[in-house]
């Protein structure tokens, strides 16, 4: 392996590593550790002062948590040998105020799965023991399984999005990206939506020209999917979609009833909905967005929003040019 490779490999560690040779002058710095230590020191003595005061008293193996600009930060000290000679020194950097954040944003979201997936059960075994006891009038018993049926095709509608945000959360997706044709697959998309907006009297208009980025086809087909999909949801009725895509640039704009500002900011959360009631009886899981913002990041894309209450939204995507 080369130091390329290395270097590449320790920027996608969630800690910091810090290594320094024997005369105190930094050998490498990874990007964690930089953010972290708020700068590139070129010498131990540039280290922010608990940093140093921290290597001050302590033992090769130690470990100590400091506060570092405000935030929660565990040093280890290891000292480097080669060929049974010390080399130099490392210090690995993690932040506890990550951690932690991650670790309370995992229990919200099991919290958040395990109510979600309650409500439409409840109603499902309902009016199942309803049927099963008699109580159910013979009139009754069609509307019944009706609504057993589409509770189940919600459960089954946020199981396969959850699904897929875990997939996302698991793996990169350098290794299957491909030149792919926003254009193109921003069309087979309109397609497969076609008779969902005329459903609702909404049309949907694809405008542009062929543009080639580097991405993930199936993932970048569920960003567009999921953004025509609300545009649709969230309409009037006889309104448009419109969906361009121009430079490396994908837009979809909307007639809908937009998006109040205070709850803009929120909007790409997991489950986090305007209107509850309307995004459940329109099918929504409230992961969509959260899914896009997901599939944008891993693409390197800029997500923008701009909506305004009762005139519509516009989402638009933005490619890097490298993508
Ligand atoms: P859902 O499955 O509820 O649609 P999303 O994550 O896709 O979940 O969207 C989150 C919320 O953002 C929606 O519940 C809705 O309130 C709002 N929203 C999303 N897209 C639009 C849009 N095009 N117009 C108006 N509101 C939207």
Same mark, same amino acid.
Not at 154 to 176: C, F, H, N, P, T
């Given at each position: 392996?080369?130091?390329?490779?290395?270097?590449?490999?320790?920027?996608?560690?969630?800690?910091?590593?810090?290594?320094?040779?024997?005369?105190?002058?930094?050998?490498?710095?990874?990007?964690?550790?930089?953010?972290?230590?708020?700068?590139?020191?070129?010498?131990?003595?540039?280290?922010?002062?608990?940093?140093?005061?921290?290597?001050?008293?302590?033992?090769?193996?130690?470990?100590?948590?400091?506060?570092?600009?405000?935030?929660?930060?565990?040093?280890?000290?290891?000292?480097?040998?080669?060929?049974?000679?010390?080399?130099?020194?490392?210090?690995?950097?993690?932040?506890?105020?990550?951690?932690?954040?991650?670790?309370?944003?995992?229990?919200?979201?099991?919290?958040?799965?395990?109510?979600?997936?309650?409500?439409?059960?409840?109603?499902?075994?309902?009016?199942?023991?309803?049927?099963?006891?008699?109580?159910?009038?013979?009139?009754?018993?069609?509307?019944?399984?009706?609504?057993?049926?589409?509770?189940? %095709?919600?459960?089954?509608?946020?199981?396969?999005?959850?699904?897929?945000?875990?997939?996302?959360?698991?793996?990169?997706?350098?290794?299957?990206?491909?030149?792919?044709?926003?254009?193109?697959?921003?069309?087979?998309?309109?397609?497969?939506?076609?008779?969902?907006?005329?459903?609702?009297?909404?049309?949907?208009?694809?405008?542009?020209?062929?543009?080639?980025?580097?991405?993930?086809?199936?993932?970048?087909?569920?960003?567009?999917?999921?953004?025509?999909? %609300?545009?649709?949801?969230? %309409?009037?009725?006889?309104?448009?979609?419109?969906?361009?895509?121009?430079?490396?640039?994908?837009?979809?704009?909307?007639?809908?009833?937009?998006?109040?500002?205070?709850?803009?900011?929120?909007?790409?959360?997991?489950?986090?909905?305007?209107?509850?009631?309307?995004?459940?009886?329109?099918?929504?899981?409230?992961?969509?967005?959260?899914?896009?913002?997901?599939?944008?990041?891993?693409?390197?894309?800029?997500?923008?929003?701009?909506?305004?209450?009762?005139?519509?939204?516009?989402?638009?995507?933005?490619?890097?040019?490298?993508?």
């Amino acid at each position: 392996m080369n130091e390329t490779m290395l270097a590449a490999i320790l920027d996608t560690m969630e800690d910091g590593v810090a290594v320094f040779d024997l005369e105190g002058t930094v050998l490498f710095l990874n990007a964690v550790a930089s953010t972290l230590l708020r700068k590139k020191p070129r010498r131990i003595h540039d280290l922010p002062e608990p940093v140093l005061t921290f290597f001050g008293g302590v033992r090769s193996g130690g470990s100590e948590t400091v506060r570092l600009f405000g935030r929660a930060v565990r040093l280890t000290y290891q000292d480097l040998y080669e060929n049974g000679l010390r080399t130099g020194a490392v210090l690995l950097l993690s932040d506890l105020g990550e951690q932690e954040r991650a670790e309370r944003m995992r229990r919200e979201f099991t919290a958040n799965v395990s109510h979600e997936l309650k409500t439409p059960l409840t109603s499902i075994s309902g009016y199942a023991e309803m049927i099963e006891n008699g109580m159910a009038k013979e009139a009754d018993i069609r509307r019944f399984a009706e609504r057993i049926r589409r509770e189940s %095709n919600r459960m089954l509608s946020l199981v396969s999005d959850i699904i897929k945000l875990s997939e996302l959360d698991e793996r990169g997706i350098r290794a299957q990206a491909e030149p792919v044709d926003l254009y193109r697959l921003a069309e087979e998309t309109v397609e497969t939506l076609k008779s969902a907006a005329m459903v609702r009297g909404v049309t949907v208009q694809l405008s542009g020209e062929s543009v080639t980025v580097l991405g993930v086809r199936a993932l970048l087909s569920e960003l567009i999917y999921n953004l025509v999909d %609300n545009a649709i949801r969230y %309409n009037r009725d006889n309104g448009t979609v419109l969906v361009r895509v121009a430079g490396r640039t994908l837009s979809v704009r909307d007639t809908g009833i937009g998006i109040p500002k205070h709850h803009q900011s929120r909007i790409f959360e997991r489950f986090y909905r305007v209107d509850k009631s309307r995004s459940k009886a329109t099918g929504g899981t409230g992961l969509g967005l959260a899914i896009v913002k997901h599939i944008s990041q891993q693409h390197n894309a800029e997500l923008t929003l701009k909506s305004s209450e009762g005139i519509g939204t516009e989402i638009t995507v933005t490619f890097p040019k490298e993508a």
